[in-house]
């Protein structure tokens, strides 16, 4: 079945204790993303890579880090958690091109006391 | 810049009833355009997708959305309205140079009333 996983679903954590929330997808895609769910704000884009090695910044990038060493692994990084960080987190992926579809996981419900 | 807004926070609307979900839109060039559903606690889920050709766009789950160059609209439409239906709808798109960012609108809550 094709699909993009994360984990954790859920987490509550604390002010500044480093987390990593993974993503994988079985789909051979070369396009991954990362965005946050706010109320109100839609979903934003935080980092998106193009394939392995390659990222670039969305529209809100400050706090998060992440990489691409395997073509289906895309991990999202925050090395120092803030409260504003409180947030739900989507990782989707797509065919390299820019008329498909992205494909979502079921998201991450990040808590930051 | 590339944009979409999303007028309504939501929409009521009583089953079997037409329903209609809006969307705007403000992009260069020629606009790729898409709508995605989420129901609640899940991730999001592509509906339909306008690129080129017709104008009405026929998508999953008996939805269709209508492409409006003149009204740079993209709105989201069913004849006949389902509770299953009721779910937050999103319309996006991707941003023109490489189409690599995407943006989203704010979200329209769908509530369909029995």
């Known amino acids: 079945e094709a699909q993009v996983t994360q984990n954790p679903r859920y987490l509550i954590t604390v002010t500044g204790k480093k987390l990593t929330v993974t993503c994988s997808q079985n789909m051979n895609h070369e396009y991954m993303s990362w965005y946050r769910q706010d109320p109100g704000l839609g979903l934003r884009q935080i980092y998106y890579s193009m394939n392995v090695e390659v990222t670039d910044k969305g529209d809100v990038p400050e706090g998060y880090k992440v990489s691409r060493k395997e073509k289906r692994n895309f991990p999202l990084i925050l090395e120092s958690p803030s409260p504003n960080q409180t947030s739900l987190y989507f990782c989707?992926?797509?065919?390299?091109?820019?008329?498909?579809?992205?494909?979502f996981g079921e998201g991450s419900r990040l808590t930051v006391l | 810049a590339q944009s979409v807004a999303q007028p309504e926070d939501q929409v009521n609307v009583a089953e079997g009833n037409p329903l209609t979900v809006k969307c705007t839109y403000s992009?260069?060039?020629?606009?790729?355009l898409f709508w995605y559903v989420q129901y609640p606690n899940r991730g999001l889920q592509f509906l339909l997708k306008?690129?080129?050709?017709?104008?009405l766009v026929k998508g999953s789950y008996g939805f269709e959305a209508e492409f409006n160059k003149s009204q740079t609209s993209f709105h989201l439409k069913k004849p006949s309205a389902l509770v299953s239906d009721s779910a937050l709808y999103f319309c996006a798109v991707p941003h023109s140079g490489g189409y690599q960012k995407v943006t989203f609108g704010t979200g329209t809550k769908l509530q369909v009333i029995p």
């Open positions: 306008y690129i080129t050709g017709d104008n």
């Open positions: 992009v260069s060039g020629n606009p790729y």
């Open positions: 989707a992926s797509r065919e390299q091109g820019n008329t498909g579809e992205l494909f």
